[in-house]
């Protein structure tokens, strides 16, 4: 139980007190009507004797009595009325509440922190072992006053209006005092009239009530006498003649009212009445005008609300009958109208207790002085030793020699007769086997009472060895008369005594009270009388600590004919349990429900309300979600009846906000129930600011801002440029990428290097991107705010008029500030225009985002708060419980059932801050200003569209589209360029592109190219022309990947459009490719805010594989050409088609070979087939060959560095003009990012050497590229399509295959680990030996065949003239060795053996590209064929040391046929 303010042993004298009756005169009771009072009343704060009192035992020992009391009342002829002591006892719990303002009372139980009341305490209890120690220590410690004074008062006010019963005499009138006035005509006349009026009530059988203790009741006359108006006198005239009447002992002179009200004010005279008086007021009202309700009666108060528990009405039918309503079921029996029985509360019980409304405004005692107050004090001390204490000590005397006299003849006679009749000694039976007894009487004058008379006697003066040993008698004589109401009545006294006993002679009998208990309640059916003994025993054994034994006991007594009682009984249970040694937290928590519930059946909403939350502290985050959320709707559900909005709203916000457990139905219910508490919170302050809602979930940090207008559909064949939009996904990767693109133009725009205030721009902002920035935006162009929704429960969201809460500062032009605060559309939409998004549903647990645009139509700086909505559910699902809808909701599609106005922030945390030192060791978060644009002025916007543009293409196909550029806004846009890592795959076309006239055949094919009809005499012999990579972009420094637009005027004005011609090569690599394209422009007008803008668009292309070209170049044999210049090259070209037919394709045809070079060019195709026109079906190959040889030395020499060769060999009747548009442009692209490719690593040790390794590196470079042009028949849904495209082939080494698309890396194997550090060791940088054999070029020059007569002369000579060319720009040493001979069996078994005649060694000089012939003889003796590729040429650069041999191994073989004639 809760700790109490007395201790067991203050708490039971005081409930039972000697009981004095007064009868007053009506001019008596006007002079203590003066005062505001009755006489009883008057003397209620006195009636505690301040000092010990003596009087004697039958034994005539000395008894001292402490602290006694005793308790004075007018006499009421009725009985009090139940309903009227209920009615009393709900006034006085509910009037008694937990103090508010001060700190609640907290108890930590292991990992529970309980606030149980009214003071200040927190015991600490980390761990299990420590508990016993502090729980106990708080025990003890004068601080824990967990305590429950509504329960006290209660239990005070029960005890004292107990109606008096035949069955016990300890609230039976002992004494009467009759009071007169000294002003009255004939006092003593009076005296003696009030003397018959006491001795009729009492003695004629027409009064039942009230009870008198002994017939012989004694009577004190009082005297009362006015001071401030009475003649004193006469008052002492009076007294005197009393004493002589009554004796001195049996009357007194009481003198008050020594001043007159109206001297009331000038002095402030405590006033001790007023706590009294309040405590009992029947009339108390406190409690209900805290909150006045505002429903309209407590009858339908509950229907109004919804069902909490799912039970069904048929599920209710078959519970037990004292079970029909659910145990936790609020029920609309719960207003405390109900509990009063009719309206039988008459005057007579009504002052019951001499109360009258508590006004504040009255001042009690105002005619009295403290003198007063001592006088009162002094009288009743006087009365009780004179008169009361005197006389009980003689009625016990009395009694006791009664029953002694009759002890001899009476007991004996008695119950030897029952003997007679019986037999033998009646067995106990036990309280189950006894029959309803109660209703026996006895006679007031028989002996069994005149024991219970003395016992009670005795016990009222605490003389309480005697008295238990009296009740122990009445006991047996109760039980053995089977008198069961006696009998429970004097166990009950008797476990009382025997605890109350000094020096605790016996322990506490609880059986005994237990026996009382269930007889009283199963027998006699007397719930009051079982409920005293429970509120006794409990406290009795809280005493002894023990609480377990004491919280059953109050259970037991919990039952449906009181819910208050139970209510009560089941909370002092609570507060046992947790008083324990080992608290019992959750049986604290799970009983305080249960009083809540029946506090709220009771009409307690208050202390329901306080139940609920006290038992919350346990069960809050532990998991126990349904428990929650019964609470919380409880607390919501009490909140809401007391008027206490914003308790209910924070309760049902908690059940909707957690995740909940409960049926989709339930949470719908709890729902609704939210949006109409909250609708009248609202309701309240119409003009308030706007609540936050709970629902639906927003994850702030998911929040997307997009500035910039929503993307164009495609229209037909117009596809506009993809840019950015909130339904793409952040991609890590990409965003680097388009940093990149955007930091390449900016660079190239500010020549070459990138401003220190460049941030890449940003349109899309999300918790990806670096938010730390206040973003820009456009005015004019709108803001899209994304905000990512959540419904946690299983019922739909609707929520209506959605839009963005923002604050915006404008800008104006003289630099002012003025701060207005906008909601809606219609505050101020000239500012900032609103989107309101009119329905938005969510499904039950379901993500949804919603896109809310705002549109600045004006320059400053704008804070998005968050978004302004109504929330309600959607009308028309299931009604919960069987109880419809609540009142004022309508149904329709999409219609609200109900739905409140409110608002939701999005406030989002920035980045966690982790450079500094500081920032490492302490948590810090960034800004995040995504939600906080800065309004610039008015940029140019462009829109780009693509016409015709490809989704599929073939490798190395050429296809032409059209790119639109739009200006859409009012401002003039220039600088536009586009920046790719891809440039190989599109262009706008050179410098030269309006050149070329288109002819006529290529206009009809549609032919990307440019293209001229040829002779058919020019074929296989090559058609040049030259062209500069300047006029394509590729110059010197410059950046390929950043191409300029070519724009008319270079200025887009508002509102133009420009189409440009856009040629497309698909990727030499199959697959799909996606190509990043940015656009970048600027404003004609330099804004210092903003420099220019971008635009975005990912192309995919899939692309499906077509020709396969590899290609070599050799030297040619032949060492003059038709110019007599050494150096002609052989161009082998295979190519093979590797296209699957999955296109389409039936066959290619290779239209036109061209070369492109510096200083080589394709001169004509030695091709041996016949077939002039090359066609490739599926998986077939073709061979070509060509001769190239070196432009004229004049035209490379005219020639700036950066132009080009172009030679054409035509395999059609048409030359595509390779060095024009856009044949070029891709052959410069693809040269350009070949060269990318191979960087030319340059680490020299020895510059010497290196020099001298590059020198004869060089001879064998070749930079001959090599461009194949093809058409393609395509079969599509029966019509033949003729596609284009060309392939590259870039040449850099003799020798040295190339191919036209790019090689697979084998990745290497794995070596074996080493655990130890390589030397360094320098590796020399030496030439290889195809770059060796490459320095000199040998060719010898002889007859193929020779007709010798052997037989006329045995040795044939042959000259032969060896041809040495120096291919290198340095002087060489050349030394050539004929001694070499031929040991390998196998040669010369094929070739013979022959002599060389003549010098066996040479020794030359060649100078750079210098040609020399040396004029040799052969020798043969025999017919044969013979190889003259024997002579070994070694060669060194003429500054070096190192002498390279070149070697001819590889060289054709030189074979001589000699005959014989």
Request: glycine content about 4%; some cysteine; hydrophobic content about 35%.
């Amino acid at each position: 139980m809760a700790q109490c303010v007395q201790s067991v042993h203050e708490l039971i004298p005081d409930s039972f007190v000697p009981c004095v009756a007064a009868l007053c005169s009506d001019d008596a009771e006007r002079l203590t009507r003066l005062n505001h009072l009755s006489f009883a009343e008057l003397l209620k704060p006195f009636t505690r004797l301040t000092s010990e009192v003596h009087m004697r035992d039958p034994n005539n020992q000395l008894h001292i009595i402490k602290n006694l009391k005793i308790a004075v009342s007018n006499i009421i002829t009725q009985p009090p009325q139940p309903g009227a002591i209920r009615k009393l006892l709900s006034d006085v719990v509910s009037g008694s509440q937990p103090a508010d303002g001060l700190v609640a009372n907290v108890i930590t139980a292991g990992d529970y922190d309980l606030n149980i009341s009214d003071r200040s305490i927190k015991a600490s209890v980390p761990w299990y072992s420590n508990w016993k120690d502090t729980l106990m220590e708080m025990k003890e410690s004068s601080l824990n006053t967990a305590t429950t004074p509504w329960f006290e008062a209660y239990r005070e006010t029960f005890l004292q209006s107990m109606p008096a019963s035949d069955h016990e005499f300890l609230n039976h009138y002992l004494a009467c005092m009759l009071v007169a006035s000294s002003s009255e005509a004939e006092p003593m006349e009076q005296f003696g009239k009030l003397s018959q009026e006491q001795h009729r009530i009492q003695h004629n059988n027409d009064y039942s009530y009230p009870k008198w203790f002994i017939p012989n009741t004694l009577k004190y006359y009082v005297l009362l006498h006015d001071v401030s108006a009475g003649d004193e006198q006469r008052a002492e005239s009076i007294y005197e003649e009393m004493k002589q009447k009554y004796g001195t002992q049996g009357c007194y002179l009481l003198k008050i009212n020594s001043r007159t009200s109206n001297q009331a004010s000038d002095e402030q005279i405590p006033d001790p009445w007023s706590q009294y008086l309040q405590k009992n007021s029947i009339q108390n009202q406190e409690s209900y005008e805290d909150g006045p309700c505002t429903i309209s009666s407590n009858k339908n108060s509950d229907s109004n609300l919804l069902s909490l528990d799912g039970l069904d009405n048929e599920v209710k039918d078959g519970l037990p009958n004292n079970f029909r309503a659910h145990p936790l079921q609020l029920d609309s029996s719960s207003d405390p109208s109900n509990n009063i029985d009719g309206p039988d509360h008459v005057k007579s019980a009504s002052s019951l207790h001499e109360t009258k409304k508590a006004n504040p405004g009255i001042i009690h005692g105002a005619c009295l002085t403290l003198t007063d107050h001592d006088r009162i004090r002094q009288f009743v001390q006087e009365f009780t030793f004179r008169g009361l204490l005197p006389h009980i000590e003689k009625t016990i005397r009395q009694l006791n020699d009664q029953l002694i006299s009759r002890k001899g003849l009476s007991r004996s006679l008695f119950s030897a007769t029952k003997k007679w009749f019986s037999g033998s000694k009646v067995p106990e039976k036990s309280i189950n086997e006894l029959k309803n007894t109660s209703g026996l009487l006895y006679p007031p004058e028989a002996p069994e009472l005149q024991i219970r008379k003395m016992a009670d006697l005795c016990f009222l003066v605490q003389h309480y060895d005697l008295a238990y040993s009296c009740y122990h008698t009445a006991k047996k004589d109760f039980l053995n008369d089977q008198a069961m109401l006696y009998a429970a009545g004097a166990l009950e006294m008797a476990a009382v005594s025997a605890f109350l006993q000094q020096g605790a002679a016996r322990p506490y009998p609880a059986h005994y009270m237990d026996t009382a208990i269930q007889t009283y309640r199963d027998i006699c059916k007397n719930m009051v009388l079982a409920e005293r003994c429970v509120l006794l025993s409990a406290e009795i054994l809280k005493s002894q600590s023990k609480y377990s034994e004491a919280a059953a006991l109050l259970i037991r007594l919990t039952s449906e004919d009181s819910d208050l009682r139970s209510a009560l009984l089941l909370e002092q249970a609570a507060h046992c349990f947790i008083n324990m040694k080992s608290p019992m937290v959750r049986k604290y928590a799970f009983h305080m429900i249960l009083a809540g519930h029946r506090f709220s059946k009771a009409g307690q909403k208050k202390h329901a309300l306080r139940c609920y939350c006290q038992a919350m502290q346990v069960y809050k985050g532990k998991g126990w979600s349904l428990a929650e959320d019964h609470i919380n709707f409880t607390i919501g559900r009490q909140s809401y009846t007391l008027r206490q909005l914003d308790n209910a709203v924070s309760a049902f916000r908690h059940i909707l906000i957690n995740e909940s457990k409960q049926s989709a139905a339930q949470q719908g219910s709890f729902l609704r129930e939210y949006l109409y508490v909250y609708k009248n919170v609202s309701q309240l302050s119409p003009d308030g600011p706007l609540p936050q809602l709970p629902l639906p979930y927003i994850n702030s940090s998911a929040t997307r801002v997009f500035f910039g207008h929503d993307r164009r559909p495609a229209d037909g064949e117009k596809q506009a440029a993809t840019h950015i939009s909130l339904d793409q996904e952040y991609d890590n990767e990409s965003s680097q990428q388009w940093r990149e693109l955007e930091e390449q133009v900016v660079a190239l725009v500010n020549k070459g290097v990138i401003p220190p205030n460049f941030h890449p721009t940003q349109y899309c902002l999300n918790s990806f991107s670096d938010n730390s920035r206040f973003p820009l935006a456009v005015v004019e162009e709108p803001i899209t705010v994304e905000v990512a929704f959540r419904n946690p429960l299983k019922v739909p969201l609707l929520l209506t008029n959605m839009s963005l809460l923002w604050k915006f500062q404008p800008k104006d032009c003289s630099g002012k500030n003025d701060e207005e605060v906008k909601e809606l559309v219609t505050s101020e939409p000239e500012m900032i225009g609103t989107e309101v998004i009119s329905e938005f549903l969510i499904n039950s647990e379901e993500s949804k985002v919603a896109r809310l645009k705002l549109f600045p139509h004006h320059i400053g700086e704008l804070h998005i708060l968050g978004i302004v909505y109504n929330l309600g559910t959607v009308q028309g699902s299931t009604a919960v419980d069987g109880i419809g809808a609540l009142p004022g909701c309508h149904t329709g599609k999409h219609s609200l059932s109900m739905s409140v106005r409110g608002r939701q922030d999005l406030e989002i945390q920035g980045p966690r801050l982790n450079t500094t030192k500081e920032e490492k060791t302490s948590i810090t978060y960034g800004p995040d200003r995504r939600l906080d644009p800065i309004i610039v002025e008015e940029m140019p916007l462009l829109e780009v569209f693509f016409i015709h543009f490809p989704t599929g293409l073939l490798c190395g196909e050429i296809r032409k589209a059209y790119v639109e550029f739009v200006n859409v806004s009012k401002c003039p846009l220039t600088g536009l360029k586009v920046v790719s890592k891809r440039p190989e795959f599109f262009t706008f076309g050179g410098n030269t592109t309006a050149l070329t006239p288109l002819s006529p055949s290529a206009s009809e094919n549609c032919s990307a190219y440019k293209t001229v009809v040829t002779e058919s005499t020019s074929v296989c012999t090559a058609l040049t022309s030259s062209a500069s990579s300047v006029d394509f972009g590729i110059g010197i420094g410059s950046q390929p990947e950043v191409i300029p637009v070519p724009l008319p005027d270079t200025v887009l004005l508002p509102g133009a459009s420009v189409q440009l011609p856009l040629w497309l090569r698909g990727p030499d690599e199959e697959g799909v490719h996606e190509i990043n394209f940015l656009f970048y422009y600027e404003s004609v007008k330099k804004l210092p805010k903003i420099r220019h803008r971008i635009l975005r668009h990912t192309a995919v292309i899939c692309t499906s594989r077509s020709l396969n070209v590899r290609a070599t170049v050799c030297r040619s044999n032949s060492l003059e050409d038709e110019e007599g210049r050494g150096g002609n090259m052989l161009v082998f070209v295979d190519v093979e088609n590797i296209n699957t037919s999955e296109a389409g394709v039936k066959e290619f045809h290779i239209v036109q070979v061209s070369s492109s070079s510096k200083h080589w060019k394709l001169q004509k195709s030695v091709n041996l087939s016949e077939n002039k026109d090359a066609k490739l079906g599926s998986r077939e190959k073709g061979k070509f060959c060509f001769k190239a040889i070196r432009c004229k030395e004049k035209e490379v020499a005219t020639q700036s560095s950066e132009k080009y060769t172009f030679a054409d060999i035509i395999f059609g009747n048409e030359q595509i003009i390779s060095s024009a548009s856009p044949c070029a442009d891709f052959f410069y692209r693809s040269l350009s990012s070949e060269l990318k490719k191979v960087q030319p690593s340059a680490h020299a040790e020895k510059q010497s050497i290196e020099d001298a390794v590059r020198l004869i590196q060089k001879c064998s470079e070749v930079d001959l590229s090599v461009v194949i042009l093809w058409k393609a028949y395509v079969v599509e849904d029966s019509k033949q399509l003729i596609l284009e495209g060309q392939h590259h082939v870039v040449l850099h080494t003799v020798g040295k295959e190339a191919y036209s698309y790019p090689q697979k890396q084998e990745p290497p194997e794995m070596e074996p680990l080493k655990f130890f550090r390589p030397e360094n060791t320098a590796v020399s940088s030496r030439p290889s030996v195809e770059q060796l054999s490459s320095l000199i070029k040998t060719s010898l020059h002889y007859p193929e065949s020779l007709n010798h007569p052997f037989h006329q002369k045995s040795l044939c000579l042959v000259p032969v003239t060896l041809l040495l060319s120096n291919c290198s720009k340095a002087d060489v040493d050349v030394i050539v060795d004929l001694r070499h001979k031929t040991t390998s069996p196998e040669s010369l078994e094929i070739h013979g053996s022959f002599t060389w005649l003549g010098q066996t060694q040479y020794k030359l000089q060649l100078k750079s590209e210098e040609i020399h012939s040396l004029q040799l003889k052969a020798c043969f003796v025999h017919t044969g064929v013979y190889n003259l590729g024997t002579p070994r040429v070694f060669a060194k650069l003429s500054d070096q040391v190192t002498v390279f041999e070149t070697s001819q191994q590889n060289s054709m073989p030189a074979l001589i046929i000699i005959n014989n004639v």
